[in-house]
Structure formats: C-alpha cells, structure tokens
C-alpha cells in the first residue's frame, strides 16, 4: 500500500514537471508570436521572420505559419510565402486569410496554383492530421464492435451492427481523402527563381525551361541531390535545395 | 328469319354501303401511300456534299518513287521521294526504311493533294526522307513493301549517285527554306516567318499551295498571309523566289523545331499575290510536288515573372499610343462620352487585346470596342499597324476632372522588361446632372463587385490559432504506424484470450487436473517438510490429504469425500496388491483412528511409509496429466 502511494506520488510530481514545462514551451512561443507580429507592424519583417519561424518550430500553429507567409512576403519571397501559407492552410482549412492569400499571390506574381486531384481536393477540407484520426478511429471502433460483443457476451442488438457499418463507412469515406494527403505530401514550389528544369539530374544537363519561384510541382522521383518534378506542362530535374515540399 | 324480312331496297342499300366502304378504304390506303412516297425535304448539307466531287479509291494505286536530285556531291543532300495515288490515311509507311550504311535517311515532309480528274478528285500522298551520303558511290535503296488501303504494294528501287564533289552543271533539287525573324522569342510573342523557294532551271518560278509550318506548340495565323514573287539574290543565286509569309506564335517555351512544307502548284496560285521584278512563270498541267524544308530551331522563354506592370494584357513587341481623343470634354452628370485610343506598332497589331476598363466608383466604363479595323499607318518614323479602340464612359458625380486614366502595359522583348503604356487621363468638365438610376445601380454593383474581387494580403492572425505538434501528417510518418500496433495487439489478445477460454469450457477437465496437478505440488511438499520434522501426525494428514487431492479428478467428488478404497482403485494391479496398496489402507486408516478414536495409536512408524507413499503419488500424477 505504501509503494502504491509512493508511486501516484512520483507520478504526479513527473505529470506536473512535464505541465510546467509544456506551459513554458507555450509562454515561449506565445512570446515570440507577440514580438513577431510587433516587428511585422513597425515594418521589421526579418525580425518578424525569425520569430515567427521560431514560434513555428517550437510550437506550430496555423496562426504562426500564416504570419510567417505574411513576413516572407513582405521580404519578397514569394516561394517561401506561399508554402507557409500551404501549411497554414494544411493546418486549419476553416481560416479563410491563407486561402485568400495564396490566391492574393499566385494572382501578383502570375503564378498557378498546383493541379489537384479530387482526392486532393477531398483532403483540403479538413485539416492533414484530422484524416489519419479519423481513418484509424473509425476502423478501430468497427473492429470493437465486430470482436467485443464475442468476446464479452454481449446479447447481439442491431445497434451493434451498425455501430460496425457506421465505423467501417466512414473508413472507406476517409480512405480517398488519406490517399490525398499521402499525394500531396508530394507537391513542392520552387524556392529559387529561374531555376533550371534539367532534362537529367546533373549540373551540366541540358535545360528543359526554366522555372519561376513560388511555381508548383509534383515529385516523382529523388536521385541524389535532384529531384524529378512534374510541373503542369514538362517533367524535369531539379536540385533539392531549389524545391520546397509542403510537408 | 333475317332473309325474309329482307326487302330488295334493303339489299340495295347494303350493296351500296359495301361499295362506299371499300372505295373509301381504298382512297384512304392510296392517299397514304402518296402521303408516304414524298420525298422529304432535302438536307442542305447533304445536297452540298452530294454536289462535291467524289475522291477516287477505285482506280490502281501506282507509286512513284524518284531522287530530287538523283545525282549529288559528297555533303550535299536529296530528296527521296514517294508519290502513291491513294488517302494519305490509307497508307501504312514503315518507320524505317532499309538503306544502304553509307546512306544516312531521315524523315521529312509527308503530305496529300486532291488532283482534280473529270468529275472526280484523284488522291496523291507524298513521303519524303532527306538523305545524305558518307561517301562517293552508286547506292540503291530497295525495293520494299507496304500496306495501301489493306493490300501490299511494292515501293520499287531507287538509286542515288553521290559523287566525290559537287557537280555545278548537274541540275539542283528544288525545296523550301525557312526563316524566322527571330529564333529567340517568348512565349506569346508573333514572329513572322518566310517560306521561300527559289526559280527552277531558267529563272521559271512556279506558286506553292497548301503551305504548312510543322512544328509542335506555335500557332500559325492564317489571315496574316502574303504571298509575293520577288526576284533577289539567295543562296548564291539571282532570280524570282516565291516568298510565302506568315506570322507564328509560340505557346510553350523550350527548344522548337520548325520546317515547313508545301506542294508546288505550277500557275495556280491560291490567293491574291505580289509580282515583283520580272519572272516566268511556268505553264501547262501543275507538277504537285512535295517540298519541305530543313527544320529551324527556334527558342522560346516564359516572360519574366518580375516587373510584370498592371494592365499586362498579353501584348508582347513595341507598342505607341496616340493621345486619346474625346468626342467631348464639357459633359453632364449621366452622360456617355466615348475615348478613342490608337495603338500602334510596327509588328503584329492584331494580337493586342485592349486594356480592361479601370475599376472606378465614379465613373462608368464600359469595355472597349474596336473602332474599324487594323490600318495601315505611313509616318514619318515608318510603316505603323494600328488598331483603335474607344471606351464609353459615363460619370456618375459631377466633382470629376478628368477621365479615369487605364493602365496598359507591354512586354519588351528586346529590352526584356515590362513597358508602362497607361492610357492617360483626359481633362473633362462635369456639369450638375443626374444620372439615370440604372446607371448608377450598375456603376454600384461594378464598384461593388470589383472591389469584392479584388485581392489583398490578409493582415496577421492575432492569435496563435490551430496548434499541431507537427507538420508532417501522421500518416506520413513511421510512428504513426507503430502506435497501431496497441489496438491491434490488444484485440489480437483479447481473441486468443476469448478462444482460451472458450476451449476450457467445454473441456474443464482440463483445468480440473491442472488444478490438482497444482494441489498436489503443494501436499508434496508439506509433506516432505513434515516427514524432515519428523511430524508423524502432519506427515499422514498431508500423505492422506495428498491421495486424496491427486485422485479427486478421476471421480465426481470432492477430494475429501474419497476413501482409501478409492485411492486403491486408481493404482495399478500389482501395486494394489502389493505394498503401496497396504501403504494407502494403513495411512487411511490411521487417519480415521486419529479422527475417530478417543485414545488414537502410535503413528511413529508412519514416516517409514514415505518411499511407498512417492511411488504411488508419482503415479497418480501421471495419471494427471
């Protein structure tokens, strides 16, 4: 009886150091995101781009990353923009700002938006992490109710079963929209301007065309220090540090 | 009874209706029949198709094979060239064709012309292959195979003789150049072309039609075609050249190959053309002959994204405006004035779309309309294309003092950059008016409108919003697919677990001597501590307790409710009998004189049972098992 108290005791104490230092962790970046948006008000916006990436990488937020565009855009960097503003908007598809920003950018500096699949679209609408939640819960939940009334005796009701079809649709619903995500993970944007499509992935390989920043991609294929793109018009090389990947 | 009373009127009357019934059935069924014999109304279309000559498929194919020229130098090139009187579909050429090693083949132009013949239109397919040779020789390309209209035809030999230097007496292939004003362009920006093809022997010039520019991703603009003869000097030679020109457009950047090909038509010119200079123009029947060109390479890049002005509509090349011009400048409030706005240019005008009308609150603009057509301008600084547009505007407040201005801009390509061309302002006066409402209503819902499309940088998030631990999604990461490994074990086990249990329900005898089994571990080993402490008593309450326990399972009865019989029962003949059979009785009944007996006897010589006594349980728990 003893060693049990001692235990929840030690437990506490270790619940509570972590809480502490979560907190801080969130004071931190809660510091960084007010300093941030100050420095982005008084026209600071390399200050305003530190913090805000120092508030992504402590904690990231939908928030952060779409002031994070807000700043990189003010610098002119439309590629690093855009995909902040893609990962703001992967985070919380329900704030319309990002969405009105990548709009707002892709009309000012004449670039396309990626070509989406419907499952890709499918994903958009709900924020990346939320489908993997859903996918494996409702899957698990299925199997609950396929094994334990078995396994516990339970008398067998209708509501059992559909408890099971409700589980097992809403699994197949969210399978496309997984698979989206899984592709979109694929798509990048040309960090650099004029970055050269190569038609082999060397340096000394013949240029197919070149390609704007912010311009969007596809990656199919990653050999060294190149990566194989598929824009909306040509497949080309390009070298990895040229291409950013949303994810 | 009816005959009878059938009068002869009555007989009359019915003969007559008789007679009315099947002429009226017959002027019905003849009516129908005419009414079904007219013929229906004929299709236009189709009457214009009837009306067209019919292309010949029925007459025998025949091909023609020659060299153009059949005698070149070494370096120089000729023309293999196959002419088969079939539907250019109809023929299945092969991809390659066999040739001597020497010979090196490529393909060319490949084309089909319909020859007017009587009342029908006789088909001519042309394939052409640029060929060169390694060395100085006679080489025969042989005869070979393919498939017209389903059936084999045999393309016969053709021989080229290429000697060690070019002969200048020998008679020079004709065919068609191309040029280009520019071989490096942007995407979107004209470039004229020229498709020339030089006098034959004599100064004889002949018209080329059904003119093709071959390439993938330009657009040819037909209306912008000329044609002229004109005698100059080209490829070292002077005489009348028939110059074909055009205007393309690339649409997608990187490396294009351009050629072009055409088929001569003797006299028979296709358009209005341009003679200049003095030339002979060949007589008699046209000779269609396929000539096409070497292929021109033509780079194209993206317009720059950077400095992209507002008013950008596309216009690509040198663009003046003329000072705008108002057909009044002392207007009211409801009014409509109209600004016209000349665009000039000494390239293409007719790629130039008109900047779209500003977005202004008090003022309603409508989109431009084009004024005439492209023109002709002669100034002082050259030849000019123009094109003129006008904007009706309407101003809805009377506090204005100029017309809006509209942005245009262009690209420059020489410069490579943008070109501001804002239409600018023009002064006006603004008397009090009114407005009809509708004008306003529209002007509103413009305002409106544009304002609502029109995009702006959000400002910051004020909070920190959806929190996320990474960016990466789960799925995409390792762990992800490890933490499903918790509830995949977890029920993995409850079903092993479930099906344990399920097993032992309907064998419990199982667990019945599993757990005698457990029981009678336990007996034996305080048995053998009581017979170490020399317990005499404990050590036969344990040994009794210890049968008891291990022969429990084998009837349906509590252990303690097993007598010593029992036990004896379970062992094996020779041991009932024997000693470990006297052992259990002797052991029992002590126990029962310990329990039963007020004055119990010695139990001392008890522990000398013990060898006997693990013998007979040791066999008893193999009988549990």
């Known amino acids: 009886m003893k060693s049990l108290w001692k235990n929840i005791w030690s437990a506490g104490l270790v619940l509570l150091g972590l809480l502490w230092l979560g907190g801080r962790g969130m004071a931190a970046g809660s510091d960084d995101f007010s300093r941030g948006s100050a420095a982005y008000a008084a026209g600071d916006y390399g200050l305003a781009v530190e913090l805000f990436a120092a508030c992504v990488t402590n904690q990231s937020s939908a928030g952060a990353l779409q002031n994070l565009g807000n700043s990189q855009w003010q610098l002119g960097r439309p590629a690093e923009a855009i995909i902040a503003w893609e990962r703001s908007r992967s985070a919380d598809p329900f704030a319309a700002a990002a969405e009105n920003n990548l709009r707002f950018a892709r009309e000012v500096a004449q670039l396309e938006a990626p070509d989406l699949t419907w499952c890709e679209i499918a994903a958009g609408w709900l924020p990346a992490t939320w489908w993997a939640g859903l996918a494996c819960g409702s899957f698990w939940f299925a199997v609950a109710f396929l094994l334990l009334p078995g396994v516990f005796r339970w008398r067998r009701s209708a509501g059992q079963q559909a408890a099971v079809a409700l589980g097992l649709g809403i699994f197949l619903l969210v399978l496309p929209a997984n698979y989206g995500v899984w592709t979109r993970a694929q798509l990048g944007f040309v960090l650099v301007a004029e970055t050269p499509l190569r038609f082999t992935p060397t340096a000394a390989a013949e240029p197919v065309t070149k390609l704007a920043a912010g311009e969007p991609g596809r990656v199919v294929r990653k050999r060294g220090k190149y990566l194989l793109i598929q824009t909306r018009r040509t497949q080309g090389w390009v070298e990895r540090s040229a291409f950013g990947q949303s994810f | ?625």
């Open chain 2, 1 to 625: 009874m009816s005959s009878a009373r059938r009068s002869p009127a009555n007989c009359v009357d019915s003969r007559w209706r008789a007679l009315f019934f099947w002429v009226g059935l017959m002027v019905v069924l003849t009516v129908d029949r005419l009414q079904a014999q007219t013929p229906p109304q004929p299709d236009p279309l189709m009457q214009l198709m009837l009306t067209q000559p019919s292309i010949d498929v029925s007459t025998n194919v025949e091909v023609r094979v020659v060299f153009d020229p059949p005698v070149i130098g070494l370096g120089e090139k000729s023309t293999y060239r196959v002419t088969i009187n079939a539907v250019s579909d109809s023929i299945k050429w092969p991809d390659d064709i066999y040739a001597p090693m020497e010979l090196t083949v490529r393909p060319g132009a490949r084309g089909q012309i319909l020859q007017p013949a009587l009342d029908k239109l006789k088909p001519a397919t042309t394939i052409n292959h640029h060929v060169t040779a390694a060395k100085a020789g006679v080489f025969t390309i042989p005869e070979f195979r393919v498939k017209v209209y389903g059936r084999n035809l045999t393309v016969p030999a053709a021989q080229l003789e290429v000697l060690p230097q070019a002969d200048p007496r020998a008679p020079v292939g004709q065919r068609l150049y191309l040029e280009l004003t520019e071989t490096n362009a942007f995407c979107g920006q004209p470039i004229r072309v020229r498709v020339l093809m030089p006098s034959a022997a004599g100064n004889a010039i002949q018209a080329l039609t059904q003119v093709q520019i071959n390439g993938d991703g330009v657009l040819v603009d037909q209306t912008s075609v000329r044609q002229r003869i004109q005698a100059l000097e080209f490829q070292g030679r002077s005489g009348p050249v028939f110059i074909y020109e055009s205007v393309i457009t690339p649409l997608v950047a990187g490396r294009l190959d351009l050629s072009a090909q055409a088929f001569t038509s003797g006299n028979q010119f296709a358009g209005a053309i341009t003679i200049q200079g003095q030339a002979t123009i060949m007589g008699g029947q046209p000779q269609y002959v396929l000539l096409d060109s070497d292929a021109v390479r033509l780079n194209v890049a993206p317009l720059p994204r950077a400095g992209l002005l507002p008013g950008f509509s596309g216009a690509i090349g040198r663009y003046e405006i003329d000072p705008p011009q108002l057909s009044t400048n002392r207007l009211r409030v409801g009014d409509a004035v109209k600004l016209v706005v000349t665009f000039r240019t000494a390239g293409e005008i007719k790629r130039i779309n008109a900047p779209a009308p500003p977005a202004v609150t008090n003022w309603q603009v409508f989109p431009p309309e084009v004024e005439g057509g492209p023109l002709l301008m002669a100034t002082a600084a050259g030849l000019f294309s123009a094109i003129k547009y006008s904007y009706t505007m309407i101003p809805l407040t009377n506090d204005m003092q100029a017309t809006p201005a509209i942005p245009f801009s262009y690209f420059d390509p020489d410069a490579k950059a943008y070109r501001d061309l804002t239409i600018p302002a023009v002064a006006v006066r603004v008397a009090a008016g009114v407005a009809t409402a509708e004008a306003q209503a529209i002007a509103q819902a413009a305002a409106a409108q544009t304002n609502d499309q029109r995009l702006k940088l959000s400002g910051l998030a004020t909070g920190p919003g959806v929190l996320t631990t990474n960016l990466k999604p789960p799925q995409l990461r390792g762990s992800f697919w490890g933490w499903q490994l918790g509830p995949l074990f977890g029920f993995a086990a409850l079903w092993f677990w479930d099906r344990r249990r399920r097993f032992y329900e309907q064998h419990p005898e199982i667990l019945v001597r599993r757990r005698a089994r457990r029981a009678l571990r336990r007996e034996r080993s305080v048995l053998t501590k009581t017979a170490q402490q020399g317990d005499a008593v404990g050590f036969a309450r344990s040994a009794v307790m210890a049968l008891r326990v291990a022969g429990a399972p084998h009837f349906p009865a509590l252990p303690r409710a097993l007598v010593g019989r029992d036990i004896i029962e379970l062992l094996e003949l020779p041991m009932r009998e024997g000693r470990p059979g006297a052992a259990v009785r002797q052991l029992f009944a002590m126990m029962d004189d310990a329990q039963f007996n007020l004055t119990p006897g010695e139990f001392g010589a008890v522990l000398a049972l013990q060898p006997e006594l693990d013998r007979i349980l040791d066999q008893l728990e193999e009988r549990l098992r």
